[in-house]
């Protein structure tokens, strides 16, 4: 591998020499490396191999970041620092493709920065709300086409497709045995392609969403302990942008684990969910609709409804999607979620006062 990473790191216009390339963290999706250089005016870079099973057209990917870091650029103080810059090959490509058909893409390793790996505090959660806040709203005027690079991504209308699907292949032969939690789907089928049909009609509008809104992926600036920017831009694509705000509330707000067999440890902490649009809102509230507005508070309805969704299908289809680390793994994921879906709708009324309230203050 070695040498190997010397010649693919050889590729990409750097500047400067390489004095060092080393593996950084243990990435769930990516394979990542810094390199090193010699000279202290040079930058360091961040060398990555894309995982391609996971994002079948890396070119399209690459296209969708040059286009939104390009146009972040243009809005920040300090362009090469408040956003990635993506370095081209020597031969101008975003990307390079190595004999064994892995592709790999170089950026510049932003320095005096650092990142937190879980958001364990309505601190965290807050700075984590306007890490997101602060993208969408730098991308709120951005009006290019962007590729879809994993289909289908929170679509609501594409997962019942794919639900009814499974439901009536039985594949595993569970359905039989699954009466009441197909129930918790079906009771709510209605409410949710509603609400994904404003999406389809343009009455939520279509933006920039970055789609893997973990704290881990926002940078912080080292001596302020600011939020910095959003960084792993791979899935950035085109929906609405209450799918983030949706996405990170089900994982931030969750007292419990997302396949946690305990239930009574699972339910909505209603203090993360106001640290979290509290934060997102102060960087956000100037760029929201008036229909984004309304529906904030149910986006974490919809992204948690969908993820119980896809546990119970991926169980009734045998374990094929999801890594399973016991038999039953997906139905006690599919339970722990609809005890956080539960919990949010109990809530519902609460949360979309706290909306109501900070709309007001500002
Ligand atoms: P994961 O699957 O865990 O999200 P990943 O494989 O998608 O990881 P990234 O999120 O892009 O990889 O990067 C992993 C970590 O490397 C980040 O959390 C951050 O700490 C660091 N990092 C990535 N890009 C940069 C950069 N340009 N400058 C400084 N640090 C970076
Ligand atoms: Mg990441």
Redesign the pocket.
Known sequence: MGQQLYNIAGRFDLRGTIAEIKP??D????D?FVIKTSEAEAPDY?L?RKNHVVFPDVPAMMENIQKVTTHIKTKVANPERET?TVIPTTDGALYHKDAEGNFWAV????PN?I?YDRADSTALAYQGGKGIGRFQAQLADFNEPLAEVIKGFHNMRFRFEQWDAAVKADKAGRVASLTEEIGWIESRREEMLGFWALVENGTIPMRVTHN?TKI??I?FDADTKDVLCA??L?TVMSSTSLNDVGDALRSYTNTGAEDDPELENVSMSIDMFRAYIEGYLSERAATLSESEWEWLAFSGRFITFEQVLRFLMDYIDGDTYYKIKYPDHNLVRTRAQYRLLESMEAQYDQMKAIVAGLKENI
């Open positions: 950084l963290g990435g769930f999706i990516n990542t961040i990555q990635l950026c510049t390793f932003i920065t990142t893997d881990s992926n940078l960084i792993d791979d």
